[in-house]
């Protein structure tokens, strides 16, 4: 007589069902924690720095802005190539052209997607009342210069903003 295998046919039961749903939950937490954790390595979700602080004193940057647009103040940044490499030139003009009457002057260059390579510029007076610094050192691409200087007005100082997207060849 001929052997016959005896094949025993499989069942799914609730504990398969359970084991199949653990492994599949537990195989996406794990891709989530990864994405999660390279999301949040590369860009942390805020570029100001204390943006808490500065939604406190909104109302004071509305008015401020608010004055500037009446005093007919402009900025004026850009680059300009020298012997050692690029310049950052900064003008803060009035409404005849002139230039601003500052108290202090802060400068910062940032990349634009990251704050990990934000760089404080400290820039010089020159004598025609220009700002500028040498950059020649940074790497090339694409920056935002942002100039914050206090502004004499009236009783009070003002805080005069502007920024500019440059290009670093």
Request: with cysteine; aromatic share 10%.
């Amino acid at each position: 007589m001929p052997a016959t295998a005896t094949r025993k046919s499989f069942r799914l039961t609730g504990l398969h069902v359970f084991l199949l749903l653990c492994a599949f939950f537990g195989f996406m937490f794990i891709v989530n924690g990864i994405f999660l954790w390279a999301a949040l390595s590369s860009f942390p979700g805020e570029d100001e720095q204390k943006s808490y602080l500065q939604g406190l004193h909104y109302n004071e940057a509305i008015s401020a802005r608010r004055i500037q647009k009446q005093q007919g103040w402009s900025a004026q940044i850009g680059l300009t190539p020298t012997e050692a490499g690029d310049r950052l030139v900064v003008r803060l003009l009035d409404r005849e052209g002139a230039p601003l009457a500052t108290q202090d002057i802060q400068a910062q260059l940032r990349r634009t997607v990251t704050g990990v390579e934000d760089v404080p510029i400290v820039l010089q007076r020159g004598p025609d009342g220009d700002y500028f610094a040498d950059i020649s050192l940074l790497d090339k691409g694409v920056w935002e210069a942002r100039v914050q200087a206090t502004v004499p007005y009236r009783t009070d100082d003002v805080e005069f903003v502007a920024s500019k997207k440059l290009i670093i060849p």
